[in-house]
T-cell receptor, first 115, second 116 residues
């Protein structure tokens, strides 16, 4: 079945370490997104990519980096510069078939805990 | 600037009660889209509905209904005869229309608990 796969589901990291979260989609969608979810704050946009080899910063990009070398993949790296990385990270995609309506399809998320 | 406010942080009701989740939004654009998503304990956000700003007709889907009122900038969601499976976090979201409009802005979410 088509969908979005995020891995790992749970990840523990020591302070000062970089960590990369994987996001793969087989929906043939052009646009992909990374959101961060914290209790009581809803979802905030970290980065998004509309096409391969291109991406833009969202509202809270500091301390994060991304790449988009393939249409199916949009990995997110949480660097040591991110001051408060413990959160739930959600990857999403949107295809041309939905036009400009903005309906996103989400993965099941990755929960990162910094020890 | 765009903003979505879900003032109800948590709601708890007994099964079979009706419950309404409030959503108020702010945007300077005249054309936009509004969404509701459900987040069950598994974590994945599930799309429920999309509404265009130029279509104020209310929508009903089974036990779910949505009331869109541009005059009050609200897009409320009602669950009739609630069930335990409806327990989840619900998010309201807003997106402007147009080629350059990529950002989906979410509210803070409302945690709904349906007790048996």
């Amino acid at each position: 079945d088509g969908g979005i796969t995020q891995s790992p589901k749970y990840l523990f990291r020591k302070e000062g370490q970089n960590v990369t979260l994987s996001c793969e989609q087989n929906l043939n969608h052009d646009a992909m997104y990374w959101y961060r979810q914290d209790p009581g704050q809803g979802l905030r946009l970290i980065y998004y990519s509309q096409i391969v080899n291109d991406f833009q910063k969202g509202d809270i990009a500091e301390g994060y980096s991304v790449s988009r070398e393939k249409k199916e993949s949009f990995p997110l790296t949480v660097t040591s510069a991110q001051k408060n990385p413990t959160a739930f990270y959600l990857c999403a995609s949107r295809g041309k078939s939905t036009g400009s309506t903005g309906e996103l399809f989400f993965g099941e998320g990755s929960r990162l805990t910094v020890l | 600037a765009q903003k979505v406010t879900q003032a109800q942080t948590e709601i708890s009701v007994v099964e079979k009660e009706d419950v309404t989740l409030d959503c108020v939004y702010e945007t300077r654009d005249t054309t936009y889209y509004l969404f509701w998503y459900k987040q069950p304990p598994s974590g994945e956000l599930v799309f429920l509905i999309r509404r265009n700003s130029f279509d104020e007709q209310n929508e009903i889907s089974g036990r779910y209904s949505w009331n869109f009122q541009k005059s009050t900038s609200s897009f409320n969601f009602t669950i009739t005869a609630s069930q335990v499976v409806d327990s989840a976090v619900y998010f309201c979201a807003l997106r402007n229309y147009g080629k350059g409009a990529q950002k989906l802005v979410f509210g803070q979410g409302t945690r709904l608990t349906i007790n048996p």
